[in-house]
Nanobody, 118 residues
Framework: QVQLVESGGGLVQAGGSLRLSCAAS????????MAWFRQAPGKEREFVAS????????NYAASAKGRFTISKDNTRKMVYLQMNSLKPEDTAVYYC???????????WGQGTQVTVSS
């Protein structure tokens, strides 16, 4: 059974940093990509960043470029999101996702809350 478990969320002041982690387990087949999404209250879930599992090719939403960095540890099946220069508008529940192909995502974590105070 596929399981994605996020951690590292919390309360931080604007301008601060957080590092989110996602532990992946239960895969019986290869991973193509991993990603982070977020959902703020009253808004739809939105893409933040992704990374391909083999080549490590990254992709970022415009709001994340220059401030967030996605990385991975293939051996440990971990994915990270380093978030710097946080803004109040970054406040959201952050979700880890796994994709087994180029398009779409197959599995989601339960989310971790990030709150940025002004």
């Amino acid at each position: 059974q596929v399981q994605l478990v996020e951690s590292g969320g919390g309360l931080v002041q604007a301008g601060g940093s957080l590092r989110l982690s996602c532990a992946a387990s239960g895969f019986s087949f290869s991973i193509y990509k991993m990603a982070w999404f977020r959902q703020a209250p009253g808004k739809e879930r939105e893409f933040v960043a992704s990374i391909t599992w083999t080549a490590g090719i990254t992709n970022y939403a415009a709001s994340a470029k220059g401030r967030f960095t996605i990385s991975k540890d293939n051996t440990r099946k971990m994915v990270y999101l380093q978030m710097n220069s946080l803004k109040p508008e970054d406040t959201a529940v952050y979700y880890c996702a796994r994709g087994s192909s180029v398009t779409g995502y197959d599995d989601w974590g339960q989310g971790t809350q990030v709150t940025v105070s002004s």
